[in-house]
């Protein structure tokens, strides 16, 4: 694979510090431009930038000069891939920018995930939805400028789905309810008081119930020429604060719309391996976990404390599962928020895109009429 020069929007905060840890010895991208708000822009990154992850800050990376986070100001320097980490009402109105600026805009800002030709993606489940950015006029059309706009779920939604995915494609999934235990450090930094946090749970995550009954919904769903259709699963979600530094443990109770047994089940997570080769040119994706879903049968499983770097940080652990008295199953899983919840995850979505050849930015097909996502795929 090619090697790209790519750039990172938002890059100082602490998911532009997880995009520079897992890019910085990337095999197919490579780091040529930082961007952050105007007090940092013309600072070195290691004079505007508090490094708070447990890995050593690059040193070629701590000499780089922020730049500002417009695509003009940047000129010819300007890299054809954006990583973009800054909050939504940011986003929403940098990322149009550097999408007609023709760049690949690789989001993890919630700005834009309900979009109407805005595909929101999880490779493992849905990565055929991506077909739906030759819907955006910043791509289709004799004047376009050939970028656009893929972004990642919310950090709670990518690890519920993960589980989900198979199910839903064997038995079909009728409802869902979902009690999650998120970590402080999905708040950002400084993130959450610890006055407010420490021996304590915080029942209300601003918008978080109504983005993961959203997002999941789009995530199983299906994706035509004429646009998003939601599956038809019912979600119910109670999102709460933990004082756990890092990954998000979620309670899942679930009503399938065919019966499954136990052992059922577990053959569907264990036998989930849809980016192993299949209309993929049997390229492996460097960040993509050979296992996407893992199931730990002790009962005291999940933990955080022992299940936070499975796969590298991009793999779902799941536990518990056995009979609901209410609905059919249900079982606890646990993801890395930041990795596989946030930049691993947009990272993921670049390398399934330059393997669909959408870095391709001289020759980009226009989209037919009546065209499946499938057929959009394969051509």
């Not at 309900?114 to 993606?121: R, Y």
């Not at 059309?141 to 494609?169: F, M, R």
């Not at 065919?258 to 849809?274: N, V």
Request: with cysteine; aromatic share 6%; glycine share 8%.
């Amino acid at each position: 694979m090619e090697r790209r020069n790519v750039g990172i929007l938002g890059a100082t905060g602490m998911v532009g510090q997880r995009f520079i840890q897992l890019l910085e010895n990337h095999p197919w991208f490579n780091i040529t431009w930082l961007a952050a708000s105007d007090r940092s822009a013309g600072k070195t990154y290691a004079e505007a930038c508090a490094w708070r992850l447990d890995t050593p800050l690059p040193e070629r990376i701590a000499g780089m000069v922020l730049q500002p986070n417009t695509p003009a100001a940047a000129g010819p320097d300007l890299p054809r891939i954006v990583f973009s980490s800054v909050d939504a009402p940011i986003a929403r109105e940098l990322e149009p920018l550097f999408a007609a600026a023709g760049c690949a805009v690789i989001s993890n800002s919630s700005a834009f995930r309900m979009g109407a030709d805005v595909p929101l993606v999880v490779p493992e489940v849905n990565h055929g939805h991506l077909a739906m950015i030759e819907q955006q006029t910043t791509r289709s059309g004799t004047k376009a400028s050939g970028g656009y706009i893929v972004t990642n779920p919310n950090c709670s939604a990518i690890g519920l789905v993960l589980p989900l995915a198979p199910l839903e494609a064997r038995f079909g999934i009728e409802k869902l309810f979902v009690s999650t235990m998120q970590a402080v450090s999905g708040a950002g930094y400084p993130g959450v008081a610890s006055l407010d946090i420490l021996g304590n749970v915080i029942p209300y995550i601003k918008n978080e119930e109504e983005k993961l009954q959203e997002e999941v919904a789009k995530l199983l769903g299906s994706a035509t020429i004429s646009g998003f259709q939601p599956a038809p699963v019912t979600v119910s979600a109670h999102c709460n604060r933990v004082a756990v530094l890092e990954g998000h443990t979620e309670c899942v109770s679930i009503k399938l719309r065919k019966p499954a047994t136990q052992e059922q089940i577990l053959g569907a997570w264990r036998e989930f391996q849809p980016l192993q080769g299949k209309g993929l040119n049997g390229l492996h994706l460097p960040s993509a976990p050979l296992f996407p879903v893992e199931y730990a049968p002790e009962d005291t499983r999940p933990q955080p404390r022992l299940d936070l770097m499975r796969g590298n940080g991009m793999t779902t652990t799941v536990g518990r599962l056995r009979p609901c008295n209410l609905f059919d199953w249900k079982f606890t899983l646990f993801s890395h928020n930041t990795i596989r919840g946030a930049a691993g995850a947009a990272v993921l979505n670049a390398e399934i895109l330059a393997v669909m050849g959408k870095f391709d930015f001289r020759d980009f097909p226009p989209v037919a009429s009546g065209a499946s996502s499938a057929e959009l795929i394969s051509a």
